[in-house]
């Protein structure tokens, strides 16, 4: 019908329908038309095949926009893989310290007398940070050297003591000697008067036995002196002991009534003292804290089930402030607290603008690592290892393809197969749209 009324409109046009009331465009005056009149019907005819294909072109892409899928290119991110090195690494937590904090104990049990510096300040090398009252300690060294003073006494009156003992002794001996010699005399005057027989046995006898007795009683006295000697010189040496002993305790003394005068043994930052005046401190308790803030460490902690993988001198990248610093583990403590262990990483670059004390970081221990692979930054397009659809951008269109994902960490991703360097790959959250094999992107 509508191509009917088109007909007849046309005609009207034409001067061919001459009923004007008529609602019939069958009723048309049998009449001849001019060439012209054919020409013009015959190029109205194209034209209006021209426009309807062109309605039907229109309404085949309208439709196919409107039941193909696509995305705004504005909400997924699309990452180009490149070929490079993939590190296995495992995650854990650190926080920034100093690479070199002194700790300043008291040496003494002491209370607090005054503080110079407060937490924050910087403090040249041998500053006093704080005062401590040494005045028990200052008592204690006198009686140290009044006991001292007694040693010293008793050694010089058990030299004396040696002396006289060796010299009376030696007197005796002396003495024996001489009735040794007095008592031989008589023996053999008596052997001469008995060998004559102007004397009688028993006159010899007993000056046999006198010079016999004197004898030992020689071997006596000489023993007796020679032991006295080594009582005496094991009472000196004892005594020296006591000397030595008491020297040395006098000399921690001083030294720690030195020490209580709390310095600092380099430049650096005061980062704690003990500022509570009049505190009782207990001898090896912490007073203060002096920090090199020039250079740093870190301090990692890491679950115990990680146990195995943590090497001395395993290298270790730590990130601050989203760039990643290289380092290694110097040292792993023995011991887990609350299912975690602690290691400390020494890093190459300890001057880092970027690090500050007590910053917390992440901090990636690199077990194993992958050269020459293709690899593409980590997103939520990623399922973990193994078999899975991504796709890439090609043109205006993104490609599902089917890829083995390798190694993983927090950065990068390892594809194996499919992918180029060079590919450009939708890294974000595509799972809704894993059954279809072509998208549109639209800018």
């Known amino acids: ?74 909400k997924i991110i699309i990452a180009i893989a490149e070929r490079s090195r993939i590190e296995d690494a495992i995650s854990a937590s650190g926080t920034v310290i100093p690479a070199f904090e002194q700790v300043i104990t008291s040496p003494i049990k002491s209370t607090v007398v005054e503080v110079y510096h407060q937490a924050g300040e ?64 008589k023996l053999n005057q008596a052997e001469h008067l008995y060998g004559i027989g102007a004397g009688s046995k028993d006159h010899l006898d007993q000056a046999r036995l006198n010079l016999e007795i004197a004898r030992r009683e020689l071997v006596l ?15 000196i040496r004892e005594i020296d002991l006591k000397i030595g002993i008491q020297e040395k305790s006098i000399e921690e003394i001083e030294r720690q009534l030195e020490l209580a005068d709390i310095r600092a043994d380099r430049n650096g930052v005061i980062t704690w003292v003990n500022e509570n005046i009049g505190a009782t401190i207990q001898p090896g308790e912490i007073v203060a804290r002096i920090a090199d803030l020039t250079s740093y460490k870190v301090e990692g902690r890491i679950s115990d089930i990680h146990i195995s993988r943590l090497k001395l001198g395993a290298p270790v990248r730590v990130r601050v402030n989203q760039r990643d610093l290289a380092g290694a583990i110097t040292g ?10 602690t290691f400390y990483i020494e890093l190459a670059e300890k001057t880092d603008p970027n690090l500050r004390s007590n910053l917390r970081v992440d901090v990636f221990v690199i077990t194993a690592y992958k050269d020459n692979i293709i690899r593409v930054k980590n997103g939520p397009f990623v399922n973990g290892p193994g ?16 890829v083995r994902i390798g190694a993983t960490n927090l950065d990068f991703v390892e594809i194996e197969n499919e992918i180029g360097a060079g590919d450009r790959i939708i890294i974000s959250d595509m799972e809704k749209y894993k059954h279809l094999d072509t998208i549109v992107i639209r800018n």
Not at 23 to 42: F, V
């Open 1 to 74: 019908m509508l191509i009917d009324n088109i007909l007849y409109i046309n005609n009207l046009y034409d001067g061919t329908v001459v009923d004007t009331q008529c609602t019939n465009p069958e009723i048309i005056l049998d009449r001849e038309l001019t060439t012209k009149q054919l020409l013009q019907r015959r190029f109205k005819t194209i034209l209006r095949s021209i426009i309807l294909i062109l309605i039907i072109i229109i309404g085949f892409f309208s439709l196919r926009s409107i039941f193909t899928p696509s995305l705004e290119k504005s």
């Open 122 to 185: 910087k403090i040249a090398a041998g500053s006093a940070i704080l005062k401590l009252n040494k005045e028990f300690v200052h008592l204690e060294l006198e009686r140290l050297e009044d006991e001292l003073k007694l040693h010293q006494n008793t050694k010089v009156q058990l030299n004396l003591a040696l002396e006289r003992n060796r010299t009376e002794l030696q007197a005796q001996h002396d003495i024996k000697k001489l009735s040794l010699e007095l008592l031989l005399s």
């Open 221 to 235: 006295l000489e023993n007796t002196i020679e032991n006295e000697e080594k009582t005496l010189k094991a009472d």
């Open 332 to 341: 792993i403590k023995p011991t887990i607290k609350g299912g975690t262990i």
């Open 387 to 402: 078999v899975q659809n991504i796709f890439i951008v090609v043109g205006d269109k993104a490609i599902r393809k089917t």
